[in-house]
């Protein structure tokens, strides 16, 4: 069995949902076959080893644990759910206080426990936030910390491709930047429906600039209808596109979505959020999304939304003022 690598892959928070189906999916996708569960809920974490047990994968040596230092012992590869879950009628932004306390113990943990960690991907929302979190107690290089931002930007695929009723791959570069929330930027212009840009059919019989708005809102909505339809938050999808995204990291083949990555430019300060993005062994990197200045207003809107919740969890302790983040991790 040829695996991406032999090194510990964790997966945090692997009793719940997120956490099952992104064991199943690394091991379907042969990452690695040193994978280690973690999860506080025994019960259920030693179900989940079981269910994957009982699946019958080959050459895999999977293993599971309630003990934190245990689990990030010489962990190569980390991808954490690890936070609660959103409800429904809850925001991203209402899970922040908890899931914010969540991301300092882990990054804590981190650099206690496995400071030599090639890449983190961050999951559990405000994913923005939890990740800039994690990557600043960590003490980690921004090139090794991004987020799940992904799952905007394929959101906006489905819409397009249920609207125009054509198949998926017929919608190309679908595009969505800044924060993972409602304040998201949703871009036409990197688009193709059919191969015209999305740009010269929006306005048009075929796409109504009213029907496009509507898009819009159910693609900074798609979370909530899936609460809505399904009685609890999306699950498979995150689970899919961040062992993705971790197989990118691993060498794998290129993840072909933006990613929330730290950035820190002449345009955008001391801030977690989706951009055009790479991920490589050496990490991410980045350049800024181009667009039309109605997109670019939506990216400082939703640049300045984060800066607000940033800001927010500065005030109430979890991390010291921006002017002294260098001194909490020397990489920032």
Not at 273 to 279: D, F, G, N, Q
Request: glycine share 8%; with cysteine; net charge negative.
């Amino acid at each position: 069995m040829k695996f991406l690598t032999d090194e510990k892959l964790v997966l945090v928070g692997a009793a719940g949902m997120i956490g099952s189906n992104m064991a199943q999916t690394a091991m379907m996708m042969h990452l690695t076959p040193n994978i280690c569960l973690y999860d506080p809920y025994g019960p259920g974490l030693e179900g989940v080893a079981e269910e994957m047990a009982h699946c019958g994968f080959e050459g895999v040596n999977l293993t599971y644990t309630s003990d934190i230092a245990e689990a990030l012992r010489d962990a190569k590869y980390i991808v954490s759910s690890g936070g609660a879950a959103r409800k429904a009628g809850m925001t991203r932004e209402d899970l922040l206080k908890g899931n914010a306390a969540v991301a300092e113990e882990l990054g804590k943990n981190i650099r206690r426990y496995c400071p030599d960690v090639r890449h983190v991907v961050v999951i559990f929302n405000p994913a923005d936030i939890t990740g800039l979190i994690t990557l600043l107690y960590s003490g980690l290089k921004p090139s090794q910390v991004s987020t799940l931002a992904a799952l905007d930007s394929t959101r906006l695929r489905s819409e397009l491709a249920k609207y125009f009723h054509i198949k998926a791959d017929e919608v190309e570069n679908s595009r969505t930047y800044g924060g993972h929330g409602e304040q998201m930027a949703v871009y036409a212009s990197t688009t193709k429906v059919n191969g015209k840009p999305l740009t010269e059919i929006i306005g048009t019989e075929a796409l109504p600039e009213k029907d496009w708005e509507e898009l819009k809102v159910r693609v900074i909505q798609g979370g909530k209808n899936i609460i809505d339809l399904r009685g609890r938050s999306s699950f498979q999808s995150p689970a899919f596109l961040s062992i993705e995204m971790i197989a990118a990291a691993m060498g794998g083949p290129e993840f072909r979505w933006p990613v929330g990555t730290y950035v820190n430019d002449t345009r955008f300060h001391h801030i977690m959020m989706a951009m055009e993005t790479v991920v490589t062994k050496d990490g991410v990197r980045y350049s800024e999304p181009k667009g039309t200045p109605e997109e670019q207003k939506a990216l400082e809107q939703s640049y300045r939304h984060l800066c607000a919740l940033r800001d927010e969890v500065i005030e109430m302790g979890v991390l010291p003022p921006v002017d002294k983040w260098s001194e909490l991790n020397p990489n920032i």
